[in-house]
């Protein structure tokens, strides 16, 4: 997929892959923790989130900011350490943030946008709206691949 | 004020203060005979008198409206001062000073007539002296100061009434240097042009063009976000939009948020499923793209098909049907090469615990599968 970013990520995040990516992590979780206890439940939730989460940043391969920054909070997580190449220098935000201060109700909402974007914290505006759109592509098709799933699974 | 500062140290007279205009409007004068003195005697020593009126007067003159009695004797005078209007080369300077205050009424008229108040009049006659520098690249260095010197003095503000009549009588010393350089009041029809293009003036250096560049660059990648958040076309203002689609993916994480507590839900019968669902996507994914190398290319096609193919599972949901899992030892390593390149280290332990079950799972009977889980 890596010959193929241009192809994937340019508008559609495919659903396929996602759906792919989850499935395998759901039964990678079943036979990691086989044990029915239902006091581990909100571990549970938890995990098959981050799942969810993680698969849809490899569907939607490495080179958004978004994506890399979900695969690397999973990957503290889980106590590993990820390297993505990196391809630009980091601007951090706080730096630029001082020297914005024109509109301030359109930086405060900026800033909230960014607590919620995985990864926005390190982003310029535009570059932030740019990761919002394709973020909301992403959990758009993850939603409703997930609404496929549970639609499939749950009993009639 | 280093505004008035900087006048005073450039018209080199000792630092007049605001406050003494009749002073300043003195100052002015003198440069004014600087500027004239290439001009013959007379007309200097007429103009300077008119110029050394009292504030009062000089206040009066510009409240003089009566256009109708003056306008046809002025359109005379100016026929008679200026029949070339725009032939620079040859200047002829009226020496009767009656003529030139009556000219220099009509453009006073005039302009307040295109915009009453005493800032846009100062603005216009600022432009107009820059018009004039512009349109006479030949004159004096003493007169471009004085153009400099009056832009200056226009762009600071005046606070008071006495400040004020100071500024008339300086904006009818401009008109009359305009008169006495044969420029009637139809020079004042070009000034919107000039002075929109101060305005543009100001907002060329780097810096605000780096904003605004950006400022457009942000306004775009808005619009695009708003043509995905639904219900989001008709709202305007940046900030209700940022709220709208902060709202918009905040549902959507909490949409995520509650199918995964349904699918922890429906904890045993994913258990039970889940090899169906693999071997139905996994089947689907391999007859469309994980076939060859023509991956790229089948890709539309590939996205259409598994919709449909998620549309048929939720319509119906596919029977269990784990003999056709499509793993076989052609596919699987390349499998396994394609993500290592994709995804990095970081995917081979997931990657390979995933191809450990497809394995096994491929390799166990399918009830013996289920009665393992």
């Known amino acids: 997929m890596a010959s193929q970013d241009k192809s994937i990520n340019t508008d559609v995040p495919e659903k396929d892959v996602f759906a792919l990516h989850f499935l395998q992590s759901l039964s990678n979780l079943k036979t990691q923790n086989p044990s029915n206890s239902p006091d581990k439940t909100n571990d549970r939730v938890k995990k098959i989130k981050m799942a969810a989460y993680v698969s849809m940043a490899r569907a939607a391969g490495g080179r958004r900011l978004w994506s890399r920054a979900l695969l690397r909070r999973a990957a503290s997580e889980n106590n590993k350490i990820v390297r993505f190449p990196r391809r630009k220098r980091r601007v951090t935000w706080l730096s630029r943030r001082r020297c914005n201060r024109r509109a301030p109700v ?41 609404q496929c799933l549970v639609d499939g699974l749950s009993p009639k | 004020m280093d505004l008035t500062g900087g006048f005073g140290a450039r018209s080199g007279g000792g630092g007049p203060c605001r406050e003494a205009t009749g002073l300043e409007s003195l100052h002015i004068g003198d440069e004014f005979r600087q500027l004239v003195t290439t001009l013959p005697p007379e007309n200097a020593g007429s103009f300077t008198a008119l110029l050394e009126l009292p504030p009062t007067q000089a206040v009066e003159l510009l409240h003089f409206t009566d256009t109708s009695s003056s306008q046809p004797a002025v359109t005379g005078i100016g026929g008679d001062i200026a029949p070339p209007l725009h032939s620079f080369g040859t200047l002829t300077f009226p020496s009767n000073p009656v003529l030139m205050e009556r000219a220099a009424r009509f453009s006073v008229i005039a302009t307040e007539q295109q915009n009453g108040n005493v800032s846009g009049e100062t603005t216009t006659s600022s432009s107009a002296n820059l018009d004039r520098v512009k349109t006479e690249p030949a004159e004096t260095e003493s007169s471009q100061r004085l153009t400099s010197d009056q832009a200056v003095e226009n762009q600071s503000p005046c606070p008071s009434q006495n400040n004020r009549s100071g500024k008339r009588k300086e904006f009818e010393k401009k008109v009359k240097s305009s008169t006495k350089k044969n420029k009637s009041s139809e020079e004042n029809e070009k000034l919107p042009y000039v002075h929109v293009r101060a305005r543009r003036g100001q907002a060329t250096d780097s810096h605000s063009l780096a904003e605004r560049a950006r400022r457009e660059k942000i306004n775009a990648r808005m619009k695009l976000l708003q043509e995905l958040v639904p219900g989001c076309d008709k709202i305007q203002g940046t900030a209700l939009v ?6 918009h993916v ?7 948020e509650m199918l995964s507590m349904r699918l922890a839900a429906v904890n045993p019968r994913i258990d039970f499923n889940l090899d169906t669902i693999l071997a139905s996507e996994n089947g689907s994914l391999m007859d469309g793209s994980f076939n060859g190398t023509a991956m790229q290319l089948a890709w539309p096609h590939q996205v259409i098909e598994t919709e449909q193919s998620y549309h048929h599972r939720q319509l119906q949901p596919p029977p269990p049907q784990p003999q056709q899992w499509p793993f076989d030892g052609l596919n699987q390593p390349a499998w396994g090469r394609e993500e290592d390149q994709d995804h990095g280290n970081d995917h081979n332990n997931l990657m390979a615990v995933s191809e450990n079950l497809m394995a096994g799972s491929a390799n166990l009977h399918p009830n013996q599968v289920k009665m393992e889980l």
Do not use: F
């Open chain 1, 106 to 146: 359109e930086e405060k909402a900026a800033d909230r946008l960014r607590d919620l974007v995985p990864g926005g914290g390190e982003m310029e505006t535009s570059k932030l709206m740019k990761e919002t759109a394709h973020y909301i592509k992403c959990l758009s098709m993850q939603v409703k691949v997930m």
């Open chain 2, 242 to 247: 940022l709220d709208e689609i902060i709202n």
């Open chain 2, 250 to 256: 905040q549902s959507l994480q909490r949409q995520v």
